[in-house]
């Protein structure tokens, strides 16, 4: 307790230098609080980044009579590291109220409907192949797209009632949500038959001509959660389907982004370790330059009969008090002004940082900072108390 008194009867008295080292511990611990969160809100967005770079693994069926099935995919789900499935089918189907853009075999009526989960991954309208001129994609399991060439022949608008016969003689109905081009369908040669012909490509959901047929498919596109382990997973799933489904693996938007998150963790710690080195040489230095202004002191306290383990707990205090003050005062200013940086910082839009206050992260910074300022306190004392008395004043008769 005494030794408490009389760490804060110095820094009282020294009020210029205890001013001035608090004035380092607070500018030191701002920045190193503002950047720990930024390295947490970081790894939180990277980890968001990973989930959208679209990496997937493709399973194509090798057999047209052997398509997956709904157990197939429970069975990818179900697989560690997948996040989602986009199922992919087609079905050729008999126009009911409406007649195809005929091709070279003029008998055949019939059209080829093409589902997907979402028709704006892994389809023609994502490659670009297919755009969107009216309407929307389907946003109900009933809904199509049709190809604007077809509609214009037949007189069919968005909102439009349409009617399919499949091959068991049933019939099922769906409303027109939108209208698609490609650019092309004025190149298609006369040899293209009915059902080819790009006009009577119809564009569903998965689950609409999983009615009509079983609920079958002809592909898979399983989307991982963690690229890093892609490799792994498209193994994982080889050994599942064996020579049922040709496996192919893409991760193009994954392979070059990688090198922008490695870069920025790496100038981020960067930053960090050169903040942290900075304040500790800095304050190091300090204390040693002080240290040889206390000689006296130390003198007249071994004198009185303190120990040199009790002299230097009071320079502990004296530090780690002038520490707290600087970390509080940084963690109180940066609650403050929290919600500005995040803004600022956000101003280029994208995926934004989500920065939050934790006080956990307060007590992280005190605890190994606290372990720094005991070791610099002995850095700079223990050259003193190994110097007896008599050695301590006649440097300072010198």
């Known amino acids: 307790m005494n030794s408490i008194k009389r760490g804060l009867c110095y820094i009282r008295r020294k009020k210029g230098k205890s001013a001035l080292l608090l004035f380092i511990f607070l500018a ?44 197939d995919v429970s069975a990818v789900l179900d697989t560690e590291n997948i996040a989602s499935v986009n199922r992919s089918t087609r079905y050729i189907a008999v126009p009911g109220n409406f007649i195809p853009v ?15 989960d979402d028709l704006e991954k892994d389809s023609p309208f994502e ?32 909102g439009d009632e349409l009617t399919f016969r499949t091959d068991t003689g049933e019939e099922y109905t769906a409303f027109v949500a939108g209208l698609y081009l490609t650019g092309n369908e004025r190149r298609q040669t006369e040899s293209v038959t009915t059902e080819n012909r790009i006009e009577n490509q ?43 489904a040709e496996i192919s693996t893409l991760s193009t938007m994954y392979q070059r982004m990688q090198y922008s998150l490695i870069q920025v963790e790496r100038i981020t710690h960067l930053i ?11 304050v190091g230095m300090l204390l040693c330059m002080w240290m040889r202004s206390r000689k006296i002191e130390i003198v ?8 040199k383990a009790e002299i230097y707990f009071q320079m502990v205090v004296e530090t780690l008090l002038l520490y707290s003050l600087g970390l509080l005062a940084a963690a109180g200013l940066y609650g ?17 940082l989500r920065m939050t206050y934790s006080f956990g992260l307060v007590g992280i910074v005190w605890g190994i900072g606290a372990l720094i300022m ?25």
Not at 39 to 68: C, G, H, P, W, Y
Not at 337 to 342: H, I, K, M, P
């Open 28 to 71: 030191v611990a701002t920045m190193v609080l503002g950047i720990l969160s930024i390295l947490k809100a970081t790894s939180s967005v990277k980890s968001e980044i990973l989930r959208n770079t679209n990496t997937k693994v493709t399973l194509l069926v090798q057999d047209s009579t052997d398509l997956f099935g709904q157990e």
């Open 102 to 116: 005929m091709g070279a075999d003029m008998s055949q009526m019939q059209v080829v409907i093409i589902g997907y």
């Open 127 to 158: 490659e670009n192949i297919c755009r969107l001129v009216q309407g929307t994609f389907p946003t109900r399991e009933n809904e199509i797209v049709v190809n604007q060439l077809l509609a214009e022949g037949n007189q069919i608008t968005v």
């Open 202 to 244: 119809v564009y569903a959901s998965s689950d609409l001509i999983s009615g009509w047929n079983g609920g079958q498919y002809e592909k898979l596109v399983a989307y991982v959660e963690n690229p890093e382990i892609l490799t792994q997973t498209a193994e994982n799933l080889r050994n599942q389907f064996g020579n049922r």
């Open 272 to 282: 960090l370790a050169l903040t942290v080195v900075t304040g500790v040489l800095v």
């Open 300 to 307: 007249v306290f071994i004198s009185l009969g303190l120990s």
């Open 336 to 352: 403050v002004f929290l919600s500005r940086l995040e803004k600022w910082i956000n101003t280029a839009g994208g995926t934004g």
């Open 374 to 398: 005991i070791s610099l306190v002995a850095f700079a004392a223990v050259p003193l108390f190994r110097k007896n008395l008599k050695t301590i004043l006649s440097e300072m008769e010198g």
